[in-house]
């Protein structure tokens, strides 16, 4: 089979390494991809959301299979633009069509849906710029901190969670009024600040049956202690220690049953990843938000957990056969640490030489914002960089691994968090009694 992954980071990165290893792959092909993808496969050089493009890719390289990595495309109907194709329609997409991405492409669809679909979540309300405000109104009526969400697609980055009442208004205003977030941000969605410690769930859908995959946590801020600017991710660490059986299965029942439930009520035909974010407040948990595709640290420790062969699983979504695939993961705990670029998220320089990939011992360096120069050479291409994953029997061992490869990796102004583990650690202790 000859495989298209779209997408460039570290999460496509972790798909080719674990593709490549399939019984099944003839090809692999991924576009754009960046210099480590280039290891398992050939990378393309096409945007991912050049739908035309893409096409002559998949038909130059008789491509048998699309996956999306990123939501972009996703949002802006990638699959749809496939089964509207006579040449493509037969060729499976594996990603939502554009009405099921609009779970992560609009807050305020997914609200709605959570909503209409008893799924737990906070209260909220959504405003535009005409509505202004009665959002400065609606605010007074909230206890600090306060969320408030950019309707649209701002790359990660269009939450932000003031302290205070009169920074949260500051901040309504220059996101509806002065359009902080461009377009995204036309619409912002308030939220009540729901308490507790955050985690991610993950499943693989064919539409009917599902898979569970392993539990992750990551970390967005740039700074130790979770202080600072929001990223696209620092790192992260699967399993979640205190995501044991019992809780995974509140999830199920309460969460991801009825939302492939709600799909189908809803005449969503949805097939590929679900990233649900969750709040664990005292052992209940509450939706913060959808995703339609994997994350990006998750699935750098997401992946790599996973035993069985992912080509079946994703034929699997394909074919409507999921429920006769098998899923096996190791019980090992992983760990990722994302290296990014200095100055990062703000003003960085790219085009920095990266040395010592060949030195990471027990671990695996999923390469993001980076690419080959003229000499051959792999440098920085974006801020986050690479993620340096490792596995342990615990999770301090696996971080143990993780934090020396990281450290064995060297390019200018290179810059990671050195306590991705510790709230976990911090919440474990408070919870039990007893130290992990």
């Known amino acids: 089979m000859n495989v298209l992954i779209l997408g460039s980071g570290g999460r496509e990165n972790a798909f080719a390494w674990k593709l490549s290893q399939s019984k099944n792959i003839n090809k692999l092909f991924i576009a754009p991809g960046n210099a480590g993808t280039s290891i398992f496969g050939t990378n393309v050089a096409i945007s991912t959301t050049d739908f035309t493009a893409i096409k002559k890719t998949v038909l130059e390289h008789d491509i048998n299979m699309v996956i999306v ?20 329609k037969n060729i499976p997409v594996i990603g939502p069509q554009k009405n099921g991405a609009q779970l992560e492409g609009s807050k305020d669809f997914s609200k709605q849906f959570m909503i209409r679909h008893h799924i737990p979540t906070a209260r909220y309300r959504t405003f535009d710029k005409e509505s202004l405000n009665e959002g ?22 269009g939450v932000v969670i003031p302290n205070t009442l009169e920074a949260a208004k500051i901040e309504l205003t220059d996101m509806l009024s002065n359009a902080k977030f461009g377009n995204a941000s036309s619409k912002v969605v308030i939220e009540e600040f729901l308490k507790g410690i955050e985690l991610s769930v993950f499943i693989l859908t064919d539409g009917n049956s599902y898979k569970i995959l392993p539990s992750a946590k990551d970390y967005k801020r740039i700074g130790e202690g979770d202080i600072g600017l929001n990223t696209g991710g620092m790192g992260a660490i699967s399993p979640v220690p205190f995501a044991d059986e019992a809780f995974i ?29 969750l709040m664990n407040n005292n052992g209940e948990p509450a939706v913060i938000e959808y995703n339609v595709r994997m994350g990006d640290p998750e699935t750098e420790v997401v992946i790599p957990r996973i035993k069985s062969d992912l080509l079946e699983l994703f034929e699997g979504v394909a074919n409507g056969n999921l429920n006769l695939k098998t899923l096996e993961l190791d019980n090992r705990f992983a760990t990722a640490i994302m290296l990014v670029a200095g100055g990062y998220p703000e003003e960085y320089e790219k085009g920095n030489i990266i040395k010592g990939l060949d030195l990471v011992e027990d671990g695996i360096a999923f390469q993001a914002g980076t690419k080959l120069n003229s000499e051959n050479n792999i440098i920085t291409d974006g801020g986050r960089v690479i993620a340096v994953t490792s596995f342990g029997q615990t999770m301090d061992e696996a971080l143990k691994k993780a934090f020396l490869n990281a450290e064995r990796i060297q390019y200018k102004d290179k810059f990671y968090r050195k306590d991705i583990g510790a709230d976990l650690k911090a919440y474990f202790i408070e919870s039990t009694g007893k130290p992990m």
Do not use: W
């Not at 990595?69 to 493509?88: N, R, S, T, Y």
């Not at 400065?136 to 980055?157: N, Q």
């Not at 991801?256 to 679900?274: A, E, S």
């Open 69 to 88: 990595g990123p939501e972009d495309p996703l949002v802006k109907g990638i699959h749809d633009f496939f089964l509207a194709d006579a040449g493509l």
């Open 136 to 157: 400065l109104k609606f605010l007074e009526t909230l206890h600090p901190p306060f969320v408030l969400k950019a309707d649209g697609l701002a790359g990660g980055k």
């Open 249 to 277: 299965k509140k999830v199920e029942d309460r969460i991801i049953i009825p939302t492939l439930n709600g799909l189908k009520q809803d005449g969503i035909d949805y097939k590929g990843f679900i990233f649900i974010g």
